[in-house]
C-alpha cells in the first residue's frame, strides 16, 4: 500500500488500517499518477518471478487493492495467491477484482508484521509498495519471517519507493526527532513513511539470509529488488 503523506506531516500519524480505509476509493487512481511509470513498474514486479503455469503458491504482503496482480497471473496462470492486508476496505475492493477475473486469491485481514508467516510454506512472497512503512529493524525482523517462509530456492521480490542514502538518513533523524511524541511510530501499526536506499535494502536481504540479490528495475523513486532463498 502506497500513502500520499511522508513525514514532513506534522499531524500525529494514523493507525495504518484507518489510514487506507478512509482512501479506498480514490487509491487506484492515486498509484497511477503518484508511480513513476506505473505499468513499467508493476510488469517488472511480475517479470522478477520466474514464468510457469505450475501451481506455485505465492504469498503478497500489503496486497491492498491488487494493483500488482493482473500482471502476476498474466506471468503465473496456475498460481494461488494468498494476500494479506490491514485494511478491510482494501480487501472488499481486491475481493470484487478478484471474483471479476477469476483469479485464484484468498485473503487474510491483518498486520503481516505481528503475523507468523510459517514455515517453507511458499514458492515466492511479492510485496509492492507496501514495506517503506517499516523502519529497518522491523523491516530487517520481517524480512528474516520472510525468508523462513520461503521453500527451498524460492524468491522474494519486493517493488518499493527507493530514495538516496542521503535522503534515507535525513528522514530517520527527523523520525527519530519525532519519536518521543510518537511512540507507536516503531510498531509499524501507523501510517509513517520511512523509504531507504537500494543499498540500504540489499544489506537487510543479505543479513537476512537472502543471495542472489537482482535489482531489475529502478527509476528515481522505486526499484524492484528480488532475492533468493538460497544460493542455486
Known sequence: MNSSCGMECKQAPEPMAAFFDKRVEGYDAHMKQSVELFDAFYDAVAA?????DRDLHVLDLGVGTGLQLP???RRLPGASVHGIDISAGMLRKLEGKSRDAGWDVSIERGSF?????????YDAVISTMALHHQLPRGKLALYRKIHRALRPH??????DYIVSRREAERIRMQFMDRMSDCP???????HVDVPLSIDEEVKLLQDAGFAEITVSFETRNAAVISACSESP
Open 154 to 159: 524460492g524468491l522474494f521480490v519486493n517493488g
Open 48 to 52: 522478477a518471478l520466474p514464468e510457469t
Open 71 to 73: 500482471a502476476v497471473f
Open 113 to 121: 508484521v505481528q503475523m507468523d508467516l510459517g514455515s517453507e510454506c
Open 184 to 190: 507507536e511510530c516503531s510498531s509499524g501499526m501507523v
